[in-house]
């Protein structure tokens, strides 16, 4: 029997692989939850839930279902120069609280279907754009100081987006691993 880690990875997997699949579909996951949690603050109204994906922190900033969009993009912008192949077209979805879980589900698919052994070349350069920016790194400098920064950054705007909108979330929900008693009057 193959030991694995909590995140499904076998151990023997290449660090680019542990660190950029593993993470990325754990990303996908409290995505999906913080998603959930708005749903549930929103359950029976329509109008409501279809302005929550329109907010915004700031006017000229991204809304909800954008950062949202962009973390799944970012994902297999990651993930997929890292093993050497191009990144996917993964579809057009619908710009609904639907459509954004049909885009998470579609790009866990596809980082599922990566293989390990494609990710052993961390001497690779991988390009990509940043605003007007052309990006060219190592493999590991791409993943650790620009594309996870830049995954966590979009997951943090959906979650502040969510706070500052009333949806009742916590750190618990956005890492997985705190927890807290119920708070105390």
Avoid: W
């Amino acid at each position: 029997m193959s030991q694995t880690t909590e995140q499904g990875a076998h151990p023997a997997s290449p660090l680019l692989y542990r660190a950029s699949v593993g993470v990325l579909a754990r990303t996908l996951d409290r995505l999906a939850g913080l998603l959930d949690r708005a749903e549930d603050a929103r359950r029976g109204d329509t109008a409501g839930m279809a302005a929550l994906l329109e907010a915004r922190l700031a006017p000229e900033m991204l809304p909800l279902r954008t950062q949202a969009e962009i973390v799944c993009n970012f994902a297999l912008r990651t993930a997929f120069p890292l093993a050497g192949e191009p990144v996917p077209d993964y579809g057009e979805f619908p710009n609904d609280l639907v459509g954004l879980r049909a885009r998470i589900a579609r790009t866990h698919a596809l980082l599922d279907d990566l293989a390990p052994e494609r990710f052993d070349d961390a001497a690779r350069l991988v390009r990509d754009r940043a605003g007007d920016a052309d990006v060219v790194l190592p493999a590991e400098r791409f993943l650790f100081e620009y594309a996870l920064p830049n995954v966590l950054f979009h997951l943090s705007m959906a979650y502040a987006i969510l706070r500052a909108q009333g949806v009742p979330i916590g750190k618990a929900d956005f890492d997985g691993f705190h927890r807290y008693g119920a708070p105390t009057a």
